[in-house]
T-cell receptor, first 112, second 117 residues
Framework: GQSLEQPSEVTAVEGAIVQMNCTYQ??????LSWYQQHDGGAPTFLSY????GLEETGRFSSFLSRSDSYGYLLLQELQMKDSASYFC?????????????FGGGTRVLVKP | KAGVTQTPRYLIKTRGQQVTLSCSPI?????VSWYQQTPGQGLQFLFE???????NKGNFPGRFSGRQFSNSRSEMNVSTLELGDSALYLC????????????????FGEGSRLTVL
């Protein structure tokens, strides 16, 4: 099976940097995806890492270390609108298609 | 381009009843997946349909079923509802990419919030 662990909650102030960790245990691995979900909203795709290293998209960066089975999502210059839940996810290796296993999510609360 | 549309958005049922939820994917997306989201269990995969065939299945009882039509629209059905079925049911569509090119990018709808009394 596959399992992903994420801290449940992080609180930070506007303008700060927050890092959300994700450790995974999988039988096979393609890559790590990240999603954002605002309360009452749909999850939206943020990023994907297949190889070790850092991927940057604006204020968001995602990092992967395959040898450590670990990744993180970094949010810089935090804004109030970044208050949301953030999920990491892996894709089932033994099947084609889109069977994703999600972590429990990290709820980020941004304070003024 | 229109996003993923799910109907109904909210519904209330009683134990023992059955429910059908509908999902219209983004135009051109032939893969449709369903997820159940609850505070206790998080996001859990139900099943995925591609070209009217179930391609992947999660660990849910047979009371949960689905289908996909030729226009890629999908429905899921839950029979003999239980209190524990109260959840947000999310539909997601995606392009069908190869194993390596697949980034796990799904486009989710707003969900159907089911309350079972």
């Amino acid at each position: 099976g596959q399992s992903l662990e994420q801290p449940s909650e992080v609180t930070a102030v506007e303008g700060a940097i927050v890092q959300m960790n994700c450790t995974y245990q999988t039988s096979g691995f393609y890559g790590l995806s990240w999603y954002q979900q605002h309360d009452g909203g749909a999850p939206t795709f943020l990023s994907y890492n297949a190889l070790d290293g850092l991927e940057e998209t604006g204020r968001f960066s995602s990092f992967l270390s395959r040898s450590d089975s670990y990744g993180y999502l970094l949010l810089q210059e935090l804004q109030m609108k970044d208050s949301a839940s953030y999920f990491c996810a892996v894709r089932e290796v033994r099947a084609a298609g889109n069977k994703l296993t999600f972590g429990g999510g990290t709820r980020v609360l941004v304070k003024p | 381009k229109a996003g993923v549309t799910q109907t109904p958005r909210y519904l209330i049922k009683t134990r023992g009843q059955q429910v059908t939820l509908s999902c219209s994917p983004i135009s051109g997306h032939r893969s449709v997946s369903w997820y159940q989201q609850t505070p206790g269990q998080g996001l859990q995969f139900l099943f995925e349909y591609f070209s009217e065939t179930q391609r992947n299945k999660g660990n849910f009882p047979g009371r949960f079923s689905g289908r996909q039509f030729s226009n890629s629209r999908s429905e899921m059905n839950v029979s003999t509802l239980e209190l524990g079925d109260s959840a947000l049911y999310l539909c997601a569509s995606s392009l069908n990419r190869g194993l390596i090119a697949n980034t796990g990018e799904l486009f989710f709808g707003e969900g159907s919030r089911l309350t079972v009394l």
